[in-house]
């Protein structure tokens, strides 16, 4: 582990290289390796400043056209000052001599104060400065040491206060966007509510939706500068009294004024609106949106930032999760509650897993033609060690979420197939289970391999078990599923699409993708009655489905009238509470035992 001498060690070696590079070598692309992206540079000279890498590159080109010789360099002295893990700061003092090959004769002192900072990379510098004494020593015709020795004291006094400020200031600086970091927003924050002001405060924070996907794609580089043009074009939107910061990663966070809800929520749709710049959307060829929560300040709050940013997170949360479309929710005290119970889940997961509280239901699918149970969907309940049922509702979008739903989506899997292998020795008729498999199981390079491997140890025939994926997953993630499908088929397991009909639907899906059962949404059945389109649609799709060799299960049917009408237009399979709600695996079995006698 390093120490702080190391680091010292490492800021003096950087800055004999930069001096070394500049002065005798005269390298000035060596010297630009050595700098940082945001970097400040004021020389001795008047117009000697640049503010940036692309204006010292042209203040470099000055100088070389100035003076095509190098230079002799002597009495070096360094002073490192390291202000945090991160920050440092050191004056230099050395002799500068022409070394006549330019046709200039000059020897003078120079000093330099420059501050450091580490970065991907290694450390770099960010701002550099070197000066000259002034020649006129208080109307001596001779070196006046006296003076010279006060002079020192107060520059030495003066550049150390410098340095610290900012150093201060750079702790407080998010390197890559040059907007605050979270310690110096919480810090400005602080004092901007601690002034008086006529106008009411919020805090919103926000996050760049598929931040992640966009790095795979474009590559990481392409990914900083989509955080960069975000800071810049938000940075632009605030007015006086506002601040911008960039938390970590793609999240970042705005301190906004307003008068009335209706300002504020103009406030933020503007914000939306000018995330990206035109160029950087058309080179993403995507449309960038965001998540965002939104949390007004109180009167007289007493709330320290921290806290305020954390209920804003706690309403990001929340916002509600619509696809291709940027979104924002406001925090209130009951999504706080909601907060504490998802958290709760989520601690008592694994245990409850380990301990066999997640139960395995399933809910008869019906022949239509035949009226015989056939097959089922495996569905999972959480019922507690107190007996507390928790429905799938609750905890399966939070699964989704942390991940942990693919270790209860193989758990359930080998439930499953422990009792299918019980019903074929007992002699039952074989039957279809379809099993849902999250999206998440999308990035496991050896998903299908695993899936199968549980089948084998229970000797289960692939073609008994249809896998289950909604119609959202196969339309986000079209590559993905079409390769998923391949291999599935290629292990003669069977694939099902979900929820058609939804609002995702894209017959283009269907045309592609070589699923084997289509299962539709109950939402269509909801008004076929009264909707003429309804039926036409229900009714198509099922032709579609058949004419694509694919199996038709309708679920959600509840009435005689939705069964009939179903039956009609030539469905295949059946589901819903007009047969059965899901029942436990045990129920189920009898249920097959029944039939059969």
Not at 149 to 173: A, F, H, N, P, W
Request: charged share 30%.
């Amino acid at each position: 582990m390093k120490t702080m001498q190391d680091s010292r060690d490492e800021i003096e070696g950087l800055a004999k290289r930069l001096i070394k590079a500049y002065f005798v070598e005269r390298d000035y692309t060596s010297l630009l390796s050595l700098i940082s992206e945001r970097i400040s540079w004021v020389g001795a000279g008047r117009v000697e400043i640049g503010y940036d890498r692309r204006s010292l590159i042209e203040l470099f080109a000055r100088e070389r056209q100035t003076y095509q010789g190098g230079w002799v360099i002597s009495d070096e002295q360094y002073h490192i000052e390291q202000l945090g893990p991160d920050i440092a700061g050191g004056i230099i003092t050395l002799t500068v001599q022409s070394d006549l090959t330019g046709g200039v004769a000059f020897r003078k002192p120079v000093r330099f104060s420059g501050v450091f900072r580490r970065e991907r990379d290694g450390w770099k510098v960010v701002q550099f400065h070197h000066s000259m004494p002034f020649e006129e020593q208080a109307g001596e015709t001779g070196f006046n040491v006296e003076k010279a020795r006060r002079d020192y004291m107060e520059i030495e006094r003066s550049l150390r206060q410098m340095l610290e400020q900012q150093g201060r200031k750079l702790q407080e600086q998010d390197g890559l966007t040059g907007l605050l970091n979270r310690p110096g927003f919480e810090s400005r924050c602080r004092e901007a509510l601690a002034k008086p002001s006529e106008k009411r405060f919020a805090v919103l924070t926000f996050g760049v939706n598929h931040f992640r996907y966009i790095n795979q794609l474009h590559g990481f580089d392409v990914g900083d500068n989509v955080l960069r043009s975000v800071a810049q074009n938000i940075q632009d939107k605030c007015v006086e009294g506002e601040l911008c910061a960039r938390l970590e990663k793609d999240h970042f966070a705005m301190l906004l004024t307003y008068s009335a809800t209706k300002d504020l929520e103009q406030r933020i749709e503007e914000i939306r609106d000018c995330l990206l710049d035109e160029a950087m959307q058309q080179e993403l060829r995507i449309h960038v949106t965001f998540a965002a929560g939104v949390y007004p300040i109180p009167a007289k709050s007493r709330r320290g930032v921290r806290q305020m940013l954390d209920k804003a997170l706690i309403a990001l949360q929340s916002a509600p999760r619509e696809e291709g479309a940027s979104r924002y929710a406001y925090y209130n005290d009951a999504l706080e509650t909601q907060l504490f119970r998802r958290n709760d889940l989520m601690e008592r997961a694994s245990d409850a897993l380990k301990n066999g509280e997640f139960k395995l239901y399933i809910q008869p699918q019906v022949d239509l033609k035949t009226g015989q149970v056939t097959a089922g969907e495996a569905l999972v309940r959480w019922v507690t060690a107190e007996e507390e049922i928790i429905g799938p509702d609750e905890f399966i979008p939070l699964f989704e979420e942390n991940r942990f739903i693919r270790d209860l989506d193989f758990y359930l899997l080998e439930q499953l197939c422990k009792e299918m292998h019980g019903w074929a020795k007992q002699g039952l008729p074989p039957v279809e289970i379809c099993s849902n498999q999250s999206r998440r199981h999308l990035c496991e390079a050896h998903y299908v391999e695993k899936f199968c491997a549980v089948l084998d140890k229970w000797q289960v025939p692939h073609g008994r078990i249809v896998v289950e994926l909604t119609e959202s997953a196969f339309v986000e993630n079209d590559t993905e599923m079409y390769a998923l499908s391949r291999r599935l088929h290629e292990r003669g397991v069977r694939l099902a699409i979900d929820d058609f009909g939804t609002g995702y639907a894209s017959l283009n899906v269907l045309s592609m993708l070589s699923a084997d059962v289509l299962k539709l949404d109950r939402s269509l059945l909801q008004d076929f009655e009264t909707n003429a389109r309804s039926r036409v649609v229900l009714k198509k799709v099922v032709e579609m489905a058949h004419e694509t060799q694919m199996q038709t299960v309708c679920e959600g049917i509840e009435t005689k009238a939705q069964l009939d009408y179903v039956k009609s237009i030539g469905c295949d399979i059946g589901q819903g509470f007009f047969f059965s709600k899901p029942i436990p695996v045990k129920a189920f079995e009898k249920l097959l035992l029944k039939q059969r006698q």
